[in-house]
């Protein structure tokens, strides 16, 4: 059973962008790709998870709007989504997933019970009340750099072209016991591409949808996986927290992602990426948010399906 405050997460997140059947709760807008992940030597070396030392791995990878409204047109900012599902040997997974902005919107689930709370549209007028969100943040100067980071989000010319932040972190263990704690950095090989507030205007509502098709047809869409290494006293349970500048970084792999992907998506056999989800090699930090994720996932799962979360 699922506890209380995963309930009360997706409930805010239903109350702020509606109840949507059959969709998400939040990122209820994306595609879903096929792919491959082939590690690099320097992979290994860090951490004896087995995709990081082996052959290269099946994948999907689902790209998405932040919104869990599904209906919302694609040049709006917001942050978008990348999330990975890796295949391992024996019918194991392990998932990553990252947003387009640097940092989180909370440091507890409590507190983002009470942001959801915050940001609900008045119904009188069908927007936020400033009011309120301006007295949230006041009180948790820590949401402040991602909701900037959300409101100013440049208008993306393709899923393709957006660098994406995995906001937790983990800890990368060697054949050695060594460890050491890193987030996920996702890099494209297209670089950034962004659109102007005219041109998005002109835009068709699901054009990154069809911009995606599109670009697939042409050839594979590459992302470089990096691992944005702590240094001592970087905060590594705090999603909110950005690291300084100049860590070191670590390109362990990279992402090809080949064709649009449906066998995932209908029905009740829909993917859920659970960034929890690791094998030997990995650990999870005590990062609260991260560790509230499955049962939230859980409860959003079962109302829009008849089955459990699926691998």
């Known amino acids: 059973m699922a506890d209380d405050l995963a309930v009360q997460l997706v409930d805010g997140l239903n109350a702020t962008y509606g109840v949507h059947p059959g969709h998400r709760a939040a990122h209820a807008k994306g595609v879903l790709c096929s792919g491959t992940f082939t590690p690099t030597p320097a992979a290994a070396a860090l951490s004896r998870a087995p995709h990081l030392a082996g052959p290269a791995v099946r994948t999907h990878v689902r790209f998405s709007n932040g919104s869990g409204n599904p209906d919302v047109a694609d040049a709006v900012r917001d942050a978008r989504g990348m999330?990975?599902?890796m295949?391992?040997?024996g019918g194991a997974t392990t998932d990553i997933v990252a947003l387009s902005i640097p940092?989180?919107?909370s440091r507890t689930p409590a507190d983002l019970v009470a942001f959801n709370a915050?940001?609900?549209?008045?119904?009188a007028t069908g927007g936020p009340d400033m009011a309120r969100v301006g007295a949230f943040l006041a009180e948790h100067p820590e949401t402040v750099p991602a909701v900037t980071?959300?409101?100013t989000h440049p208008i993306p010319a393709s899923y393709a072209t957006l660098e994406y932040h995995a906001l937790h972190t983990f800890g990368f263990v060697d054949d050695a016991d060594r460890l050491r704690y890193a987030r996920y950095?996702?890099?494209p090989t297209a670089g950034?591409?962004?659109?102007?507030d005219a041109d998005a205007a002109g835009c068709a509502p699901n054009y990154l949808a069809e911009e995606l098709a599109e670009r697939l047809g042409r050839g594979p869409v590459g992302f470089g996986l990096e691992l944005v290494l702590a240094s001592p006293g970087d905060p590594i349970d705090d999603p909110t927290a950005q690291w300084p500048d100049g860590r070191e970084r670590v390109v362990i792999g990279r992402v090809d992602v080949v064709a649009l992907a449906h066998d995932r998506e209908v029905g009740d056999d829909v993917l859920?990426?659970?960034?929890?989800?690791v094998p030997d090699g990995i650990t999870l930090s005590n990062d609260a948010i991260l560790r509230a994720r499955p049962e939230a996932y859980s409860v959003s799962v079962a109302r829009r399906t008849s089955t459990a979360p699926t691998v």
């Open 118 to 123: 915050a940001r609900r549209p008045d119904p």
């Open 87 to 89: 295949y391992l040997d």
């Open 103 to 105: 940092v989180f919107f």
């Open 272 to 277: 859920v990426f659970d960034p929890t989800r």
């Open 83 to 85: 999330a990975i599902k």
């Open 149 to 151: 980071a959300a409101v």
């Open 185 to 187: 950095h996702l890099r």
């Open 192 to 196: 950034p591409a962004y659109l102007s």
